[in-house]
């Protein structure tokens, strides 16, 4: 071949496992990048008042005396965009306005009543009302400006009526001005149309019973049963997205027959041209900051704090405990069984068929799927082995760790093995040379020696525990749940509620920084141990070898 | 002790009978550390005893051959049918998919680490394969799910975004730091005189590679390559998050944008709704034995090629 040829070859091949580690590095920045992007926002964000009012109700945490300040300020910004809404509701909602007619006349006729009027005086007064209700009534329920107006003239006419000065029937007067000024701003053929488009705007505003809102409920509406409607947007981009809702309303619509529907989005306050609602759309995205008053938070708490409505509200605090804790106590199996094992493996042990077995079972179970030690942990501990021992035979803490003991005992022997093999001859033999027994010589000499090397394996054991989700599925993880109080409990873990909120509801996909900060809290909690595993491995390495 | 004044005509060592409790307890001590060890042997009888018996009832009743050759999986119908070969495909198919992708990568990032940068270049490029290594398998899992999905769905307009590719691209990734380094390890034991002749003889690196060091280690990186397949096939969460789990065998063979499920992601689906005292479990079981089965014969395949590497290694 070509000299020319070869050479280009070899550079491209060259070029070619330069590309494939940068593959790696890619991909590694690709799989993290998003975590670490959006896991980081359930700690770090813009918090608003709705954010700190959470807090306070919730976790009992606040400077109450300076937040109450802080409402009564955003409140008076929120003020606004009430009134700019009763008013509109005002013209708009017919139902409501025919039932206040009703009721003027009605509380009116009460009034007469107690007034202790003549009897033709009383009788006339309640026919007037009543024609007043009835033309009021007549005028919400049209759609013709014409006789809108008329009516309203003629109920106006008996405004100066000495019989109605001071007395509730005064209202009727108020409701026909405003019903009249309202009318002359809309479209009344489309007064539906409105409705359905205010109570869209509300929902966004305001909330609804299942969805949260931008300013959360209004004062004085009830009380809502769920945490996460109870208020408004608690984080900055949050309030944004509810911002861009408001202010854009969009539509699926086809563009042309038998293609799938597009999103189109037109702006909202077009839907209120002309009426007493459109300078809403301005006010709000102007007052945004006024109405939620954001501020930079550090939320450390996520780590600590339960969750409220499956991880709308709160943070991790039970599943990294549940993590800690079925890792704990499968390390306290685990790690003396490998050490143990790794001892005999390299002190005691000769080649041998004993020996043979021995590695061919350690390899074996290395190889063994996740899965499969999930059905051996649910079939040996949890269904077989507790009744045996008198326990409950239910999924718990015990039998996910002692099936992630099992699981980990060959990482634990390796590491361990290697530790043990590292301690220099020297060492041993001047152990020996002096006297001491085999047994001596391992607790007092290589076993020291050996002990940041046995570390190492103990941390990368602890990762392995923490971030296997398989095995656990059946044997001791749950998605929900109290906060176990004993080792005989199942508990929460970061990898299972990783898992179930990837695949999760639709609640969990509208808290995407609560989603990625569990499984980024897990993958930070792994990377760590390995880091502190890889620091600790290379130091041992350097000191072994400097003698 | 043995003081100054002490006889200097004994021996240092103590005999069995000057030292009886010292001989007891050093065989004693042996035989409990030895039965310690042995734990590790008896984990893996226990874990194949009890997943075997407990997939009996279910072969009992229902049979192997069905159960090795149907294609239907319908364990929740009146008629229950267990058909596990549609799972059994979809294992092998989307981890034979992973090793397309993660073999040649893993190779030319072995010869990479072990042949062509320097010890430092090498000490930064080998933290990233051990990071990709400690990613626990659910937070691969969630990437599929929440990022990879949406993107390849808008990307490609595939009808699903967790699909078999999807799976068989993160398996990949997963293999991948397996492969790496126990190819490297066998590419690196090779020494120096194979290449230092190839080169001398005008060969570039390229036809040194190709032509000398990889069939040299083939041993090694044939094992590289099974235990990768291992690490596949028993991988749980991304394909149960991943693949879709439509019990399907792709149709044609060659489209992997199709939905595929496979042996883990049904232990891991059904397990919760499969209550106890009924086939569905046992039969649960009994795909669980398929596995357990399908990673021995792999697991000493490996060891096979492992030990033969090392026997190759030795005498050169």
Known sequence: MNLGIRRTLDRVFTGLTGASIVLLMLVLVAVLGPMIYRGSGAVLFGGTIEFRKMQRDLFNRADRAALEAEIAEADRARQVVYDMIDRFKKGIDIATMSSEAREINREYGRELRYRDVASEEYTEAREVARIIRDKLEEAFSSQDIALIRANVAEVLAQKDEARFKGTVAERFFSLATDFLDAAEHIDLSHYHDYLVALDEVEVILFGSIEHPGLLGPRPNQSARPLAMTSYGATRWDRAQALLDRLLWAEKWVEKEPGQPLVKARSPRAALFHDTALEPLFAYVPEHLNEMLRPRFTVYWQFFIDDNFDSHYFGGVGPEIIGTLLITVVGMLFVVPLGVISAAYLVECASEGPIMRILRMSINTLAGVPSIVFGLFGLAFFVLFLFPKLGFEPKACILAASLTLAVLTLPVMIRASEEAIRTVPRSYKEGSLALGASRFRTFVTVTFPAALPGILTGVILSLSRIAGETAPILFTGAVAMGPVPKSIFDPTRTLSYGSYDMAVGDRLAMMVPHNQYGMVLTLIVLILVLNAVAIVLRSRVFKKLKGH | ?316
């Not at chain 2, 999807?166 to 120096?192: F, H, K, Q, W, Y």
């Not at chain 2, 019990?247 to 883990?264: A, G, N, Y």
């Not at chain 2, 357990?292 to 090392?310: D, G, H, Q, W």
């Open chain 2, 1 to 316: 002790m043995l003081g100054p004044s002490a006889d200097r005509r004994r021996p240092l060592a103590l005999t069995p009978g000057e030292d009886l409790v010292g001989f007891i307890a050093s065989y004693l001590g042996r035989a409990v550390l030895f039965l310690i060890t042995a734990t590790s042997v008896l984990a893996v009888l226990l874990i194949l005893l009890f997943v075997i018996l407990r997939s009996t009832p279910f072969l009992r009743e229902f049979g192997v051959r069905e159960f090795l050759t149907s294609r239907v999986w319908r364990p929740t119908a009146d008629e229950p049918v267990f058909g596990a070969l549609t799972l059994i495909v979809g294992s092998l198919y989307v981890s034979i998919a992973a090793l397309l992708f993660a073999v040649p990568v893993g190779i030319l990032a072995a010869v990479f680490l072990s042949d062509i940068v320097s010890w430092k270049i090498r000490n930064v490029a080998k933290p990233v394969v051990e990071i990709l290594a400690a990613i626990p398998s659910v937070a691969y899992g969630f990437f599929a799910v929440l990022v990879l999905a949406p993107w390849m769905q808008r990307r490609f307009g595939f009808s699903t975004g967790t699909n078999a590719l999807n799976a068989s691209m993160i398996l990949a990734v997963m293999a991948l730091p397996t492969i790496i380094s126990v190819a490297e390890d066998a590419i690196s034991a090779l020494g120096r005189e194979l290449r230092e002749a190839s080169y001398s003889l005008g060969a570039t690196r390229l036809e040194t590679m190709v032509k000398v060091v990889i069939p040299a280690a083939h041993s090694g990186i044939i094992a590289a390559v099974v235990l990768g397949m291992m690490r596949a096939i028993g991988e749980t969460m991304v394909v149960w998050m991943a693949s879709g789990n439509a019990t399907q065998i792709p149709h044609p063979w060659w489209d992997l944008s199709q939905s595929i499920r496979t042996m883990t992601a049904t232990i891991a689906g059904e397990m919760g709704e499969a209550p106890e005292g009924m086939a569905h479990r046992s039969a649960l079981f009994a795909v669980g034995v398929v596995l357990l089965l399908m990673t021995f014969v792999l697991n000493i395949v490996s060891e096979y090629f492992l030990s033969r590497a090392k026997k190759a290694t030795g005498k050169s």
